[in-house]
């Protein structure tokens, strides 16, 4: 079945740590790839996306990812995280057959001073 | 700011009630996707809208209807409300039919007591 897996439901990392937030799809050939953020109360931003070309993509707030077609992955990363990346993060979807956007289940992200 | 409108930002109503959601997406924006948010269920996407016309349904329920104006806003009805419909709704547009990304509003909490 087509779908979308964000394995770690929630994380904990201290600040200034490293970070990593894993995505890994099923879908046939590469679709288009997204992470999105969601603090408390708010509606999702878009961090980063991936169509095509440079497998590694750079998106807003230092984030980066890296699209690995050989494992079906697109990755989320941080070199070194700050208290305000405490949020939500969403992986999403879109088939490049359709158009329908589908979204991992998220993961809950805790930074600790 | 997305650029993304949602009201009311907070509903509290009865079951057996029917309420409105209304979404206004970004300027220039034709489509336009609604979503519904839970704890147990993630986020589930309910239907798209694409320059006023019926473009993509997922899982809505048939006590649940939207529609897209000619002024490009979108409304979702939600009718014989239950306990189980309490969620978050987003609504999200793009300037696209397919891909692209999404832009979300900040969503209107519905409580159903």
């Known amino acids: 079945a087509q779908s979308v897996t964000q394995p770690d439901i929630h994380i904990t990392v201290s600040e200034g740590a490293s970070l990593e937030l894993r995505c890994n799809y099923s879908?046939?050939?590469?679709?288009?790839l997204f992470w999105y953020v969601q603090s408390p109360g708010q509606g999702l931003q878009l961090l980063l996306k991936?169509?095509?070309?440079?497998?590694l993509v750079q998106g807003i707030k230092g984030f980066e990812a890296e699209f690995k077609r050989s494992q079906s992955s697109f990755n989320l990363r941080k070199p070194s995280v700050h208290w305000s990346d405490a949020a939500e993060y969403f992986c999403?979807?879109?088939?490049?057959?359709?158009?329908?956007?589908?979204f991992g289940t998220g993961t809950s992200l805790t930074v600790i001073p | 700011d997305s650029g993304v409108t949602q009201t009311p930002k907070h509903l509290i109503t009865a079951t057996g009630q029917r309420v409105t959601l209304r979404c206004s997406p970004r300027?220039?924006?034709?489509?336009v996707y609604w979503y519904q948010q839970s704890l147990d269920q993630g986020l589930q996407f309910l239907i798209q809208?694409?320059?006023?016309?019926?473009?993509a349904k997922g899982n809505i329920l048939e006590r649940f209807s939207a529609q897209q104006f000619p002024d490009l806003h979108s409304e979702l009805n939600l009718s014989s409300l239950e306990l189980g419909d309490s969620a978050l709704y987003f609504c999200?547009?793009?300037?696209?039919?397919?891909?692209?990304?999404?832009?979300f509003g900040e969503g209107s909490r519905l409580t159903v007591l």
């Open positions: 999200a547009s793009s300037a696209w039919m397919n891909t692209g990304e999404l832009f």
């Open positions: 879908y046939g050939a590469t679709p288009y």
């Open positions: 991936y169509f095509s070309g440079d497998t």
């Open positions: 999403a979807v879109v088939p490049n057959t359709g158009n329908q956007f589908y």
């Open positions: 300027s220039g924006d034709l489509s």
């Open positions: 809208y694409y320059n006023g016309e019926e473009r």
